[in-house]
């Protein structure tokens, strides 16, 4: 296995529940039923010398995270999303602009290709 990316940024009350341990009641307004861990490794693939990053979904959003990954020799960012859940709202093409700030803002390539279906 060439390794393992754990989202770094979770998504609060998509993928956890903030403040769950004091105020429970807030599980209420969220169908997550427990909270997933979020990761702390910006983990890099290297695929015969080109290493990669690979965020999840609305990680792009955060310029910080992208230049963690180039600053430890990423060529290039990938980012794994499903954004069929847009629909027809212009989200999906915003969701993309945001890569393409993030590539051009730390002068590292960006592959983002939305799910649509």
Do not use: Q
């Amino acid at each position: 296995m060439a390794g393992v990316y754990h989202k770094i940024h979770l998504v609060p009350f998509g993928e956890y529940v903030p403040l769950r341990k004091i105020g429970p009641f807030l599980k209420w307004f969220t169908p997550v039923t427990d909270s997933f861990e979020c990761g702390h490794d910006t983990t890099l693939f290297d695929i015969n010398g080109i290493k990669f990053g690979a965020v999840i979904c609305f990680e792009d959003t955060l310029p910080d995270l992208y230049r963690r990954f180039v600053k430890r020799g990423a060529d290039f960012m990938v980012n794994l999303t499903n954004d069929a859940w847009f629909k027809d709202s212009p989200a999906a093409e915003m969701h993309l602009a945001n890569a393409v700030f993030r590539a051009v803002e730390t002068g590292a390539a960006s592959c983002d290709a939305p799910t649509t279906a």
